[in-house]
């Protein structure tokens, strides 16, 4: 076997692998922006590509949400080369990765780079339940103020929240969020103490709160607005495993958990239980 050699991906291999893997559209998407930005990178055996790391970066965090290597190949050190070459350009940053829970290899390569498992993701997806039950959800102690996100507008308190929910902040990612979601923020007394989108292919997050306390109506108000504004049936969001009170809802109204994810990070995490993520390779 020739040298592998691990090289910043292009948009044209990015989408070989990705379609060799069968990705699903969004996820095809998300990736070759990441190739744009300069954060994806693939493993050749001479003309042949088989691997590829896709990582995403928010304001100190590097975070790789896809790491594959061919099962033929596995084996040989090659995730280690993608992954160190994925973490080499982001020294100053926070890292973090998903692996699968059930691969020791994979979070045992995570460990060897200082990224502990710091919590379980669980991708739940189901029918939305009927109007009636969601009002019952809805029907909480908060009578929140609603406005639609304005990315600018918002700004410092999309990043206050940010902040406390998931450890890092992530401007740009409201900012191309404002523009192809569907994104609320809440308000008390003045104060915004959370925020929520929902997209027309019925995904949920990312949604974050000032406290778990308003988490179940804010989650309530999302699914009534992804079943008035998108007309959608069927839902679904990547809860932590700590988020308590939203996995517990959510399996109570009927979603069932149709993956799962070991969340891995070197530096403190944010309160994942004020938080829903949107997507794997942005969580």
């Known amino acids: 076997m020739t040298a592998i050699r691990v090289e910043i991906a292009p948009a044209d291999s990015v989408r070989s692998i990705q379609r060799r893997r069968a990705v699903d559209d969004l996820t095809m998407r998300l990736s070759l922006q990441c190739s744009e930005r300069g954060t994806a990178w693939v493993a050749r055996d001479e003309g042949e590509i088989v691997g590829i790391a896709v990582a995403h970066d928010s304001e100190d965090e590097r975070y790789v949400g896809d790491l594959y290597v061919e099962p033929s190949y596995r084996g040989q050190g090659i995730g280690a080369r993608l992954l160190e070459t994925a973490l080499g350009g982001a020294y100053e940053m926070a890292h973090a990765m998903l692996a699968d829970p059930r691969d020791p290899a994979a979070v045992s390569l995570g460990v060897r780079f200082g990224i502990a498992p710091a919590d379980l993701l669980l ?56 523009l192809t979601g569907c994104g609320h ?63 517990r809802t959510a399996l109570r109204a009927g979603l069932r958990i149709e993956e799962t994810f070991s969340l891995g990070i070197d530096a403190a995490v944010g309160d994942l239980s004020t938080y829903i993520g949107y997507h794997r390779l942005l969580f």
């Not at 939305?128 to 918002?154: C, M, N, S, W």
């Open 185 to 247: 923020a809440f308000f008390l007394g003045g104060e915004c103490v959370g925020y929520a989108y929902v997209w027309p292919d019925g995904r949920m997050g990312p949604i974050a709160c000032a406290s778990e306390a308003y988490l179940v109506q804010i989650f309530a108000y999302a699914l009534v607005t992804l079943a008035r504004s998108y007309g959608a049936s069927w839902c679904t969001a990547l809860v932590p495993g700590s988020n308590r009170r939203i996995a």
């Open 123 to 178: 991708r739940l997806a189901g029918a939305i339940p009927r109007e009636e039950e969601l009002a019952k959800l809805a029907a909480g102690e908060y009578r929140f103020g609603v406005q639609t996100i304005d990315a600018a507008t918002h700004a410092s308190a999309l990043n206050e929240l940010d902040r406390h929910a998931r450890g890092t902040m992530r401007p740009a990612d409201h900012a191309q969020f404002a």
